[in-house]
């Protein structure tokens, strides 16, 4: 990416994160995108919910620019974990919609801002922090979050990758790819030692 834009390439890999996120909610119904697959609740619906507050904090009350349309849990007083999951009354539409207004926010901050802008943590004792780092910290997180997403979807229904073809994962039917994972199970079985 020599010579573009340090900005736009910042911008193209959390978008590239955002993308993800999003896609691992396709062709689910509302009990799949909701229920949680993991000890500690994680869903599908609530990551992405978790994400438009996330957004909204780092892009729009961070730098002056208050995003309307959710109060940012980070900042209230909510009950813990509220915003990675999806209460009954919410919808599929409505947190999605959410957070793609958070994110055209966040675009917009994003191209009205120089790297080197300024903003403070609300809250946080007026802690400083630049578009870019609030860039950088989005980037993590969201791929963070999208990597979570990934494991929660294979778990639903099998479905892996960065992209909706899968692209990015080895090519092999249901009995390759249990092969593999008793060679993974036999070499972690064999590293431990004997029983």
Not at 23 to 40: A, C, F, H, M, N
Not at 61 to 77: C, E, H, K, M, S
Not at 94 to 123: F, Q
């Amino acid at each position: 990416m020599t010579g573009r834009d340090p900005k736009a390439d910042l911008q193209t890999y959390l978008q590239d994160a955002r993308d993800v996120l999003m896609w691992k909610l396709e062709g689910l119904s509302e009990y799949d995108i909701r229920r949680p697959v993991t000890p500690t609740g994680t869903n599908l619906l609530g990551l992405v919910k978790h994400l438009a507050g996330a957004e909204a904090f780092y892009f729009g009350a961070a730098f002056g620019r208050p995003f309307a349309g959710t109060p940012l849990w980070i900042t209230v007083d909510a009950e813990p974990n509220a915003d990675l999951r999806a209460r009954a009354d919410e919808t599929r539409t409505e947190i999605t919609g959410l957070y793609r207004r958070a994110c055209a926010h966040a675009d917009a901050t994003i191209a009205a801002l120089p790297l080197d802008a300024v903003g403070r943590i609300p809250g946080d004792a007026g802690t400083e922090l630049t578009l870019h780092h609030s860039l950088a910290h989005m980037i993590a997180e969201t791929q963070r979050h999208a990597g979570h997403a990934d494991i929660v979807r294979e778990l639903i229904d099998g479905a892996t990758g960065q992209r909706r073809s899968g692209a990015n994962t080895a090519d092999g039917d249901p009995a390759w790819w249990a092969a593999h994972r008793e060679r993974v199970e036999r070499a972690a079985r064999d590293a431990d030692g004997p029983a």
